[in-house]
Nanobody, 114 residues
Framework: QLQLVESGGGLVQPGGSLRLSCVTS????????MRWYRQAPGMRRTLVGR????????DYLESVKGRFTVLRDNSANTMYLQMNDLRPEDTAVYSC???????WGQGTQVTVSS
């Protein structure tokens, strides 16, 4: 069955780092652009970053450029989000999505607070 499972969230102080994972199964991972989104309470879900099928192309929300990096390991059907220099405004539920689909994980909570 189709699965996208995020992990790696938690509570971190401003300036800290986290690495999120999105482990997938049930579809041909290499056929899809993969995407990370986030949604904070009362806010619209926003595309944070995405990565092309073979990892050669990425793009990012302006506010995370230089701090966040999207990576993928096609042999493991897994996408990652490396988050550095975290800020309180990064607090949100982070979810992964297979591009062009309605396939979503359940999300993982990231809280940045001192």
């Amino acid at each position: 069955q189709l699965q996208l499972v995020e992990s790696g969230g938690g509570l971190v102080q401003p300036g800290g780092s986290l690495r999120l994972s999105c482990v997938t199964s049930g579809f041909t991972f290499v056929d899809y652009d993969m995407r990370w989104y986030r949604q904070a309470p009362g806010m619209r879900r926003t595309l944070v970053g995405r990565i092309s099928p073979f990892g050669s192309g990425t793009d990012y929300l302006e506010s995370v450029k230089g701090r966040f990096t999207v990576l993928r390991d096609n042999s493991a059907n897994t996408m990652y989000l490396q988050m550095n220099d975290l800020r309180p405004e990064d607090t949100a539920v982070y979810s992964c999505n297979a591009g062009g689909t309605i396939w979503w994980g359940q999300g993982t909570q990231v809280t940045v607070s001192s």
